[in-house]
């Protein structure tokens, strides 16, 4: 488990992280959405151990991440950049990392590059960007790592390719409970492999959630009522600003279903029906909710 304590980092005057606090749990693949500079890359540096944070604290397991190699070794950071031996192969690339992580499996990475069609002898930097992200994914699963920590890891890759690159995380995270940490500025991206959603915003964790929790707690109702009430209230439950069209109203209601569905029932409603939103959708309600425009802080 990751554990987040008032982290802050800056760059001369410019806040990069500010104050922040987050958990992520064991077996979680944990979606960090934010829009360019918003701070994602240098939170994920921090807790790959990279940088070191201004104040604040990073835990894993209980164990400081900064200056710790055992705690290191159980993590691995694919950058948004990606790194490799000058010159090297994908062979020449796992030799080294099998000295770095203990549990680094080299007949792993040659059976990942062979699913990718990546030939393991040639030099990466002869591949395509494309390719390239394909090498880093296959070095890093490899590794074995507790904790994979992915900056825009999914740019650069076909739709296919990506959703084959999603299948081998989540058959990762199923078979021994490894922790991941997806970072985007796209939210479509992450909503079909995530269980648990964060946006960041100019350093700032401005909401995060339970993907369950999300759907099950807000949705559109869409209702024939015989008399509008003067105001859509009852406590429990958050209503958006309704939509009206003669008898008919549509609006978004968070809160409990049931709650929900008693409050319609109460008000005579003639016909009424739950239609769920998007994760985006949900996002953007829940943001406009804390007054940001959040359709420009997410893609």
Same mark, same amino acid.
């Given at each position: 488990?990751?554990?987040?304590?008032?982290? #802050?980092?800056?760059? $001369?005057?410019?806040? +990069?992280?500010?104050?922040?606090?987050?958990?992520?749990?064991?077996? @979680?693949?944990?979606?960090?959405?934010?829009?360019?500079? @918003? $701070?994602?890359?240098?939170?994920?540096?921090?807790?790959?151990?990279? *940088?070191?944070?201004?104040?604040?604290?990073?835990?894993?397991?209980?164990?400081? =991440?900064?200056?710790?190699? @055992?705690?290191?070794?159980?993590?691995?950071?694919? #950058?948004? !950049?990606?790194?490799?031996?000058?010159? #090297?192969?994908?062979?020449?690339?796992?030799?080294?990392?099998? +000295?770095?992580?203990?549990?680094?499996?080299?007949?792993?990475?040659?059976?990942?590059?062979?699913?990718?069609?990546?030939? @393991?002898?040639?030099?990466?930097?002869?591949? #395509?960007?494309? /390719?390239?992200?394909?090498?880093? =994914?296959?070095?890093? *699963?490899?590794?074995?790592?507790?904790?994979?920590?992915?900056?825009?890891?999914?740019?650069?890759?076909?739709?296919?390719?990506?959703?084959?690159?999603?299948?081998?995380?989540?058959?990762?995270?199923?078979?021994?409970?490894?922790?991941? =940490?997806?970072?985007?500025?796209?939210?479509?991206?992450?909503?079909?492999?995530? !269980?648990?959603?964060?946006?960041?915003?100019?350093?700032? /964790?401005?909401?995060?959630?339970?993907?369950?929790? *999300?759907?099950?707690?807000?949705?559109?109702?869409?209702?024939?009522?015989?008399? *509008?009430?003067?105001?859509?209230? &009852?406590?429990?439950?958050?209503?958006?600003?309704?939509?009206?069209?003669? +008898?008919?109203? +549509? &609006?978004?209601?968070?809160?409990?279903?049931?709650? &929900?569905?008693?409050?319609?029932?109460?008000?005579?409603?003639?016909?009424?029906?739950?239609?769920?939103?998007?994760?985006?959708?949900?996002?953007?309600?829940? /943001?406009?909710?804390?007054?940001?425009?959040?359709?420009?802080?997410?893609?």
């Amino acid at each position: 488990m990751f554990e987040i304590k008032d982290l #802050s980092k800056s760059y $001369g005057t410019v806040k +990069s992280v500010d104050s922040l606090f987050a958990t992520i749990k064991k077996g @979680s693949i944990f979606g960090l959405v934010g829009s360019n500079g @918003s $701070g994602k890359s240098t939170l994920l540096r921090m807790m790959a151990g990279i *940088l070191k944070s201004d104040s604040g604290e990073i835990t894993v397991d209980g164990e400081p =991440v900064w200056e710790n190699p @055992s705690a290191k070794e159980r993590i691995f950071y694919l #950058s948004d !950049d990606q790194f490799f031996l000058a010159h #090297s192969t994908i062979r020449e690339n796992a030799a080294y990392l099998s +000295s770095v992580y203990p549990r680094f499996d080299r007949k792993k990475a040659e059976e990942l590059a062979g699913q990718f069609g990546l030939p @393991s002898t040639r030099k990466i930097n002869t591949f #395509s960007k494309g /390719m390239q992200k394909q090498a880093s =994914v296959v070095l890093a *699963l490899a590794a074995h790592p507790d904790y994979l920590l992915c900056d825009e890891t999914f740019d650069g890759l076909d739709p296919v390719m990506r959703q084959f690159v999603k299948r081998l995380i989540a058959a990762e995270v199923a078979e021994r409970s490894m922790t991941v =940490v997806l970072a985007s500025h796209n939210l479509r991206e992450l909503e079909d492999i995530c !269980d648990h959603l964060a946006l960041l915003h100019k350093g700032e /964790m401005l909401f995060e959630s339970e993907i369950d929790t *999300l759907k099950d707690n807000v949705r559109t109702v869409q209702a024939v009522l015989r008399e *509008l009430p003067e105001k859509f209230e &009852c406590e429990g439950l958050r209503f958006g600003e309704p939509v009206i069209r003669g +008898s008919m109203i +549509s &609006c978004v209601v968070t809160g409990d279903e049931e709650k &929900c569905r008693r409050y319609f029932d109460d008000l005579g409603a003639e016909f009424f029906e739950f239609i769920p939103l998007t994760i985006e959708e949900i996002f953007i309600t829940e /943001m406009e909710e804390k007054g940001y425009d959040a359709k420009h802080l997410i893609g």
